[in-house]
């Protein structure tokens, strides 16, 4: 008996669908993820003991980023969520590096000096996530 032409893709269905999982399987690893068309991400929140502080870090945060050529990108804001999932933390900001070492260099510079002499007196509390950006 003859296979229908028609029937022939609906069978091979499987074997792509595995590729694909394969692949996505793959593109998780920390290999793949510290690939260099990945972005590391490294995000900060913040809650202040007053406004101003948080005023006062916003400017230190700026200055931080621009003085250090290691960092890819910047963005610093304060919290607009209603979910009321923010445990108490007002404000972010994300810094994207190229590489693990790019951010371990900012995390050494001696520039950090001067933005933790304005942080730590503003700051209640603080948390900190890294990650490999992903499609």
């Given at each position: 008996?003859?296979?229908?032409?028609?029937?022939?893709?609906?069978?091979?269905?499987?074997?792509?669908?595995?590729?694909?999982?394969?692949?996505?399987?793959?593109a998780?690893?920390?290999?793949?993820?510290?690939?260099?068309?990945?972005?590391?991400?490294?995000?900060?929140?913040?809650?202040?003991?007053?406004?101003?502080?948080?005023?006062?870090?916003?400017?230190?945060?700026?200055?931080?980023?621009?003085?250090?050529?290691?960092?890819?990108?910047y963005?610093?804001?304060?919290?607009?969520?209603?979910?009321?999932?923010?445990?108490?933390?007002?404000?972010?900001?994300?810094?994207?590096?190229?590489s693990e070492?790019?951010?371990?260099?900012?995390?050494?510079?001696?520039?950090?000096?001067?933005?933790?002499?304005?942080?730590?007196?503003?700051?209640?509390?603080?948390?900190v996530?890294?990650?490999?950006?992903?499609?």
């Amino acid at each position: 008996m003859k296979m229908p032409v028609v029937l022939i893709p609906l069978l091979l269905l499987p074997l792509l669908c595995t590729c694909d999982r394969a692949q996505e399987k793959a593109a998780a690893t920390p290999e793949a993820m510290s690939a260099p068309d990945s972005l590391l991400r490294h995000v900060v929140l913040f809650s202040f003991k007053t406004e101003s502080g948080a005023d006062s870090v916003e400017t230190a945060s700026r200055e931080l980023a621009a003085a250090i050529p290691l960092v890819h990108g910047y963005e610093w804001g304060a919290n607009v969520s209603h979910e009321g999932l923010d445990h108490g933390f007002t404000h972010s900001f994300l810094l994207t590096f190229l590489s693990e070492a790019d951010r371990d260099a900012y995390l050494d510079d001696p520039a950090q000096d001067k933005f933790l002499e304005v942080l730590l007196p503003a700051l209640d509390k603080v948390t900190v996530v890294d990650y490999w950006a992903r499609d």
